[in-house]
Protein backbone atom coordinates (compact mmCIF):
# COMPACT_ATOMS: atom_id res chain seq x y z
CA UNK A 1 0.00 0.00 0.00
CA UNK A 2 2.46 2.88 1.22
CA UNK A 3 4.78 1.39 -2.19
CA UNK A 4 2.00 1.86 -4.53
CA UNK A 5 1.40 5.40 -2.68
CA UNK A 6 4.80 6.87 -3.31
CA UNK A 7 4.80 5.33 -6.86
CA UNK A 8 1.64 7.45 -7.39
CA UNK A 9 3.23 10.34 -5.75
CA UNK A 10 6.29 9.95 -7.79
CA UNK A 11 3.99 9.96 -10.84
CA UNK A 12 2.38 12.77 -10.13
CA UNK A 13 5.08 15.29 -9.33
CA UNK A 14 7.05 14.14 -12.61
CA UNK A 15 3.37 14.95 -14.56
CA UNK A 16 3.41 18.26 -12.44
CA UNK A 17 6.93 18.70 -13.45
CA UNK A 18 6.53 17.63 -17.48
CA UNK A 19 3.19 20.52 -17.23
CA UNK A 20 5.34 22.79 -16.00
CA UNK A 21 8.03 22.80 -18.23
CA UNK A 22 5.36 22.05 -21.40
CA UNK A 23 3.33 25.26 -20.02
CA UNK A 24 6.48 27.28 -19.63
CA UNK A 25 7.97 26.54 -23.24
CA UNK A 26 4.77 26.86 -24.98
CA UNK A 27 3.43 29.79 -23.30
CA UNK A 28 6.01 32.02 -21.50
CA UNK A 29 8.10 31.73 -24.00
CA UNK A 30 7.76 34.24 -27.63
CA UNK A 31 9.54 35.11 -30.52
CA UNK A 32 12.30 38.00 -29.54
CA UNK A 33 11.56 41.38 -29.20
CA UNK A 34 14.03 43.19 -31.56
CA UNK A 35 13.76 47.18 -32.65
CA UNK A 36 15.69 48.87 -35.42
CA UNK A 37 17.79 51.69 -34.39
CA UNK A 38 19.76 53.83 -36.53
CA UNK A 39 22.59 53.81 -39.86
CA UNK A 40 25.17 56.01 -40.35
CA UNK A 41 26.87 56.26 -43.36
CA UNK A 42 30.40 57.37 -44.16
CA UNK A 43 31.14 57.35 -47.73
CA UNK A 44 30.43 54.07 -49.29
CA UNK A 45 29.96 52.23 -45.87
CA UNK A 46 27.16 52.49 -43.56
CA UNK A 47 27.07 51.13 -40.12
CA UNK A 48 23.90 49.60 -38.96
CA UNK A 49 22.32 49.47 -35.53
CA UNK A 50 19.68 47.37 -34.10
CA UNK A 51 18.65 46.46 -30.49
CA UNK A 52 17.38 42.98 -28.91
CA UNK A 53 15.29 44.24 -25.75
CA UNK A 54 14.12 40.35 -24.58
CA UNK A 55 15.27 37.29 -25.81
CA UNK A 56 11.53 35.60 -25.33
CA UNK A 57 12.75 33.46 -22.36
CA UNK A 58 15.06 31.49 -24.80
CA UNK A 59 18.30 31.78 -26.24
CA UNK A 60 18.81 34.04 -29.11
CA UNK A 61 19.91 31.53 -32.37
CA UNK A 62 20.60 33.85 -35.17
CA UNK A 63 21.09 37.67 -35.12
CA UNK A 64 22.06 40.68 -37.67
CA UNK A 65 20.42 42.31 -40.36
CA UNK A 66 18.43 42.18 -43.65
CA UNK A 67 19.23 45.00 -45.96
CA UNK A 68 19.25 45.87 -49.94
CA UNK A 69 18.18 48.32 -52.04
CA UNK A 70 14.36 47.61 -52.08
CA UNK A 71 12.20 46.69 -49.14
CA UNK A 72 12.48 43.28 -50.45
CA UNK A 73 16.01 43.22 -48.17
CA UNK A 74 17.79 40.47 -50.62
CA UNK A 75 21.12 41.11 -48.27
CA UNK A 76 21.90 39.65 -44.81
CA UNK A 77 24.18 39.77 -42.56
CA UNK A 78 24.21 36.97 -39.40
CA UNK A 79 26.63 38.59 -36.22
CA UNK A 80 28.11 36.62 -33.52
CA UNK A 81 28.55 36.90 -30.32
CA UNK A 82 26.30 37.12 -27.33
CA UNK A 83 23.73 38.88 -27.39
CA UNK A 84 23.39 41.67 -24.81
CA UNK A 85 20.07 42.41 -24.02
CA UNK A 86 18.95 46.37 -24.32
CA UNK A 87 22.60 46.89 -25.88
CA UNK A 88 22.61 47.86 -29.54
CA UNK A 89 24.43 45.96 -31.83
CA UNK A 90 26.37 47.11 -35.29
CA UNK A 91 27.76 45.93 -38.19
CA UNK A 92 29.21 47.54 -40.86
CA UNK A 93 28.10 46.97 -44.66
CA UNK A 94 30.54 48.31 -47.44
CA UNK A 95 30.84 48.67 -51.14
CA UNK A 96 27.41 50.98 -51.17
CA UNK A 97 26.35 53.49 -54.04
CA UNK A 98 26.50 57.29 -53.98
CA UNK A 99 22.56 58.66 -54.36
CA UNK A 100 21.32 54.82 -53.99
CA UNK A 101 18.75 54.68 -51.18
CA UNK A 102 19.38 51.39 -48.71
CA UNK A 103 16.61 49.59 -46.73
CA UNK A 104 17.79 47.47 -43.40
CA UNK A 105 15.64 45.71 -40.61
CA UNK A 106 17.17 44.08 -37.62
CA UNK A 107 16.16 40.68 -36.81
CA UNK A 108 16.66 37.71 -34.52
CA UNK A 109 15.88 34.46 -34.19
CA UNK A 110 15.59 32.07 -31.47
CA UNK A 111 13.32 28.58 -31.43
CA UNK A 112 9.95 30.13 -31.27
CA UNK A 113 10.48 31.97 -34.59
CA UNK A 114 11.83 35.20 -36.22
CA UNK A 115 11.52 38.34 -35.24
CA UNK A 116 11.94 41.89 -37.48
CA UNK A 117 12.37 45.41 -36.65
CA UNK A 118 10.80 48.17 -38.54
CA UNK A 119 12.20 48.38 -42.08
CA UNK A 120 14.40 51.88 -41.97
CA UNK A 121 16.11 53.07 -44.87
CA UNK A 122 19.55 55.78 -45.74
CA UNK A 123 20.27 57.51 -48.69
CA UNK A 124 24.25 57.53 -49.40
CA UNK A 125 25.19 60.83 -50.01
CA UNK A 126 26.77 62.03 -53.30
CA UNK A 127 29.97 63.72 -53.05
CA UNK A 128 29.93 67.37 -54.19
CA UNK A 129 32.22 68.11 -56.93
CA UNK A 130 32.10 71.82 -57.77
CA UNK A 131 32.49 72.84 -61.16
CA UNK A 132 35.91 74.99 -62.23
CA UNK A 133 35.79 78.33 -62.07
CA UNK A 134 36.67 79.65 -65.18
CA UNK A 135 37.90 83.44 -65.67
CA UNK A 136 38.40 84.91 -69.26
CA UNK A 137 40.73 87.67 -69.70
CA UNK A 138 39.62 89.26 -73.15
CA UNK A 139 42.70 91.36 -74.17
CA UNK A 140 45.06 88.01 -73.80
CA UNK A 141 42.45 85.42 -74.58
CA UNK A 142 43.44 83.30 -71.57
CA UNK A 143 41.32 81.29 -69.55
CA UNK A 144 42.03 79.98 -66.50
CA UNK A 145 40.41 76.89 -65.44
CA UNK A 146 40.39 75.80 -61.50
CA UNK A 147 38.36 72.99 -60.60
CA UNK A 148 39.75 73.45 -56.80
CA UNK A 149 42.41 70.68 -57.05
CA UNK A 150 43.78 71.64 -60.61
CA UNK A 151 44.39 75.04 -62.01
CA UNK A 152 45.42 75.44 -65.69
CA UNK A 153 45.65 78.33 -67.90
CA UNK A 154 45.84 78.44 -71.62
CA UNK A 155 45.60 80.92 -74.45
CA UNK A 156 42.18 80.29 -76.62
CA UNK A 157 39.84 80.93 -79.09
CA UNK A 158 36.18 81.94 -78.37
CA UNK A 159 33.06 82.28 -80.18
CA UNK A 160 30.40 83.56 -79.11
CA UNK A 161 27.15 82.37 -80.22
CA UNK A 162 24.26 84.60 -79.92
CA UNK A 163 23.92 86.71 -77.13
CA UNK A 164 26.01 85.53 -74.40
CA UNK A 165 23.57 86.68 -71.32
CA UNK A 166 20.51 85.56 -72.64
CA UNK A 167 22.02 81.62 -73.59
CA UNK A 168 24.93 81.51 -71.24
CA UNK A 169 26.51 79.05 -73.96
CA UNK A 170 30.12 79.92 -75.17
CA UNK A 171 32.12 77.46 -77.35
CA UNK A 172 35.38 76.87 -76.45
CA UNK A 173 37.82 75.62 -79.42
CA UNK A 174 40.71 74.98 -77.29
CA UNK A 175 39.56 74.07 -73.95
CA UNK A 176 41.96 74.13 -70.79
CA UNK A 177 40.58 71.01 -69.35
CA UNK A 178 38.08 68.63 -70.19
CA UNK A 179 36.10 69.47 -67.30
CA UNK A 180 35.54 72.73 -69.15
CA UNK A 181 33.77 71.20 -72.22
CA UNK A 182 32.14 68.77 -70.22
CA UNK A 183 30.56 71.80 -68.53
CA UNK A 184 29.68 74.29 -70.77
CA UNK A 185 27.39 76.22 -68.87
CA UNK A 186 29.62 77.01 -66.20
CA UNK A 187 31.48 79.07 -68.40
CA UNK A 188 30.24 82.29 -67.17
CA UNK A 189 32.03 85.50 -65.60
CA UNK A 190 29.68 84.91 -62.71
CA UNK A 191 30.91 82.23 -60.43
CA UNK A 192 28.68 83.49 -57.82
CA UNK A 193 26.28 81.16 -59.34
CA UNK A 194 25.24 77.56 -58.62
CA UNK A 195 24.89 75.72 -55.38
CA UNK A 196 28.12 75.94 -54.41
CA UNK A 197 27.44 79.30 -53.04
CA UNK A 198 24.38 78.73 -51.15
CA UNK A 199 24.06 79.59 -47.27
CA UNK A 200 24.98 75.49 -46.03
CA UNK A 201 24.26 76.66 -42.79
CA UNK A 202 20.42 77.73 -43.37
CA UNK A 203 20.18 74.41 -46.08
CA UNK A 204 23.05 72.11 -44.91
CA UNK A 205 21.69 68.64 -46.67
CA UNK A 206 21.93 68.06 -50.34
CA UNK A 207 20.00 66.72 -52.90
CA UNK A 208 20.94 63.55 -55.11
CA UNK A 209 22.60 64.86 -58.55
CA UNK A 210 19.51 64.77 -60.74
CA UNK A 211 20.45 64.45 -64.46
CA UNK A 212 20.28 67.79 -66.00
CA UNK A 213 17.99 68.87 -63.03
CA UNK A 214 20.61 68.96 -61.17
CA UNK A 215 20.67 69.13 -57.53
CA UNK A 216 20.08 71.01 -54.74
CA UNK A 217 20.59 72.31 -50.71
CA UNK A 218 17.87 72.17 -48.94
CA UNK A 219 16.52 71.76 -45.18
CA UNK A 220 13.97 69.38 -43.53
CA UNK A 221 11.54 71.43 -42.06
CA UNK A 222 9.25 68.56 -40.86
CA UNK A 223 6.34 66.18 -42.04
CA UNK A 224 8.61 65.06 -45.15
CA UNK A 225 8.16 68.52 -46.29
CA UNK A 226 12.29 70.79 -47.28
CA UNK A 227 12.50 73.60 -48.16
CA UNK A 228 15.08 74.09 -50.95
CA UNK A 229 17.55 76.45 -51.06
CA UNK A 230 15.66 79.98 -52.79
CA UNK A 231 17.99 80.82 -55.01
CA UNK A 232 18.32 77.55 -56.49
CA UNK A 233 14.38 77.72 -56.83
CA UNK A 234 14.45 81.14 -58.32
CA UNK A 235 16.85 80.16 -60.91
CA UNK A 236 15.87 76.94 -61.96
CA UNK A 237 11.82 76.77 -61.13
CA UNK A 238 9.45 78.28 -63.86
CA UNK A 239 5.58 78.88 -63.88
CA UNK A 240 3.84 77.77 -67.11
CA UNK A 241 0.41 77.35 -68.10
CA UNK A 242 -1.05 73.93 -69.02
CA UNK A 243 -2.27 73.63 -72.50
CA UNK A 244 -6.08 72.25 -72.53
CA UNK A 245 -6.59 72.28 -68.48
CA UNK A 246 -5.40 75.87 -69.25
CA UNK A 247 -3.81 75.86 -65.25
CA UNK A 248 -0.72 77.95 -63.99
CA UNK A 249 2.14 74.82 -62.67
CA UNK A 250 5.38 75.54 -61.17
CA UNK A 251 7.91 73.10 -63.24
CA UNK A 252 11.71 72.80 -63.64
CA UNK A 253 12.72 75.22 -66.24
CA UNK A 254 14.46 72.22 -68.27
CA UNK A 255 11.02 69.85 -68.05
CA UNK A 256 8.60 72.79 -69.06
CA UNK A 257 8.81 72.37 -73.51
CA UNK A 258 8.16 68.31 -71.98
CA UNK A 259 5.11 69.33 -70.13
CA UNK A 260 3.70 71.92 -72.57
CA UNK A 261 3.87 68.72 -75.19
CA UNK A 262 2.10 66.27 -73.68
CA UNK A 263 -0.94 68.45 -72.52
CA UNK A 264 -0.34 69.86 -76.00
CA UNK A 265 -1.12 65.82 -76.92
CA UNK A 266 -3.88 65.89 -74.37
CA UNK A 267 -5.43 69.07 -75.55
CA UNK A 268 -5.34 67.80 -79.11
CA UNK A 269 -6.04 64.18 -78.50
CA UNK A 270 -8.82 61.18 -78.59
CA UNK A 271 -9.48 57.94 -77.44
CA UNK A 272 -11.74 55.55 -77.98
CA UNK A 273 -13.09 54.27 -75.20
CA UNK A 274 -16.25 51.49 -75.38
CA UNK A 275 -17.16 52.02 -79.01
CA UNK A 276 -16.77 56.40 -78.48
CA UNK A 277 -14.64 58.45 -78.92
CA UNK A 278 -13.79 60.81 -76.09
CA UNK A 279 -11.32 64.04 -75.55
CA UNK A 280 -8.29 62.58 -73.84
CA UNK A 281 -8.60 66.10 -71.59
CA UNK A 282 -12.10 64.27 -70.21
CA UNK A 283 -10.00 62.01 -68.86
CA UNK A 284 -8.40 64.55 -66.64
CA UNK A 285 -10.67 64.47 -63.28
CA UNK A 286 -7.71 65.85 -61.17
CA UNK A 287 -4.34 66.86 -61.13
CA UNK A 288 -1.91 67.82 -58.27
CA UNK A 289 1.98 67.81 -57.41
CA UNK A 290 4.14 69.52 -59.97
CA UNK A 291 6.60 71.45 -58.26
CA UNK A 292 6.21 70.50 -54.19
CA UNK A 293 9.24 69.86 -52.32
CA UNK A 294 9.05 66.48 -50.07
CA UNK A 295 10.44 63.21 -49.44
CA UNK A 296 8.86 60.32 -51.35
CA UNK A 297 5.48 59.58 -49.49
CA UNK A 298 6.17 62.65 -47.12
CA UNK A 299 7.95 60.00 -45.13
CA UNK A 300 11.75 62.17 -44.43
CA UNK A 301 13.30 58.74 -43.76
CA UNK A 302 13.00 57.80 -47.96
CA UNK A 303 14.27 59.70 -50.37
CA UNK A 304 13.57 63.00 -52.49
CA UNK A 305 10.74 63.11 -54.48
CA UNK A 306 11.13 63.89 -58.26
CA UNK A 307 8.44 66.69 -57.41
CA UNK A 308 11.34 68.46 -55.15
CA UNK A 309 12.93 68.72 -58.82
CA UNK A 310 9.37 70.14 -60.46
CA UNK A 311 9.94 67.09 -62.84
CA UNK A 312 6.56 65.17 -61.73
CA UNK A 313 2.66 65.23 -61.95
CA UNK A 314 0.00 63.22 -60.81
CA UNK A 315 -3.12 62.77 -62.47
CA UNK A 316 -6.62 61.44 -60.94
CA UNK A 317 -4.95 60.91 -57.78
CA UNK A 318 -8.29 59.76 -56.11
CA UNK A 319 -8.01 55.95 -57.53
CA UNK A 320 -5.10 55.61 -58.66
CA UNK A 321 -2.29 55.05 -55.85
CA UNK A 322 -1.43 51.73 -56.99
CA UNK A 323 -0.74 48.98 -60.35
CA UNK A 324 -2.90 49.39 -63.39
CA UNK A 325 -2.67 46.12 -65.13
CA UNK A 326 -3.42 47.00 -68.86
CA UNK A 327 -4.45 43.85 -69.96
CA UNK A 328 -6.91 44.19 -67.38
CA UNK A 329 -7.71 47.58 -67.40
CA UNK A 330 -7.06 49.34 -71.10
CA UNK A 331 -9.45 51.60 -70.50
CA UNK A 332 -7.83 52.80 -67.59
CA UNK A 333 -7.56 56.79 -68.30
CA UNK A 334 -4.20 56.72 -66.65
CA UNK A 335 -3.50 54.15 -68.53
CA UNK A 336 -4.41 56.29 -71.78
CA UNK A 337 -2.67 59.23 -71.08
CA UNK A 338 0.21 57.42 -70.27
CA UNK A 339 0.38 55.69 -73.70
CA UNK A 340 -0.86 58.68 -75.86
CA UNK A 341 0.68 61.88 -73.98
CA UNK A 342 3.25 61.51 -71.25
CA UNK A 343 5.04 58.59 -72.80
CA UNK A 344 5.74 60.23 -75.90
CA UNK A 345 6.52 63.85 -74.46
CA UNK A 346 9.38 61.69 -72.59
CA UNK A 347 7.69 61.04 -69.74
CA UNK A 348 8.34 57.63 -67.31
CA UNK A 349 5.77 56.33 -65.98
CA UNK A 350 5.32 55.12 -62.04
CA UNK A 351 3.15 52.60 -62.54
CA UNK A 352 5.71 50.02 -62.54
CA UNK A 353 5.97 50.86 -58.97
CA UNK A 354 2.54 51.18 -57.93
CA UNK A 355 2.30 54.47 -58.11
CA UNK A 356 0.00 54.95 -61.58
CA UNK A 357 -0.67 58.30 -60.64
CA UNK A 358 2.55 59.31 -60.71
CA UNK A 359 4.52 60.55 -64.22
CA UNK A 360 7.76 62.14 -64.42
CA UNK A 361 10.81 63.04 -66.53
CA UNK A 362 13.94 60.81 -65.83
CA UNK A 363 16.86 62.30 -67.39
ZN1 LIG B 1 3.77 61.91 -57.73
Do not use: C
Not at 85 to 105: A, C
Not at 221 to 240: F, H, K, L, M, R
Not at 260 to 282: C, D
Amino acid sequence: MSKRFSLSVVISILILLISVFTVKSVYLTAEPAVDTVQAHTKESKATLEGVIHNTGGKNIIRYGFKWGTSQELDEEKILSGTVDVNKPFSTTITGLEEGITYYYRAFAVNAKGTAYGDIKSFTVPVKYNPPPVVTITSPGKKATANDGAKKEQKTITITVKDDLKKTNQVAVSNPATNKIAAAPNRILSTPSRGSSYTNKSKYPRLSKYNGSFEQFYYRDIGGGAIEIDPQWVAENIVTIKLPGLNQYVQVHKNAKDNFIQAFTYIKNGTAIINGRQVPLLSLIKTMDGTFVPRHVNWNSAKGLSNHSWGIAIDINAANHFRYINPNREPDDPNYILWVKAFKPAGFSWGNSYGDAMHYELVK
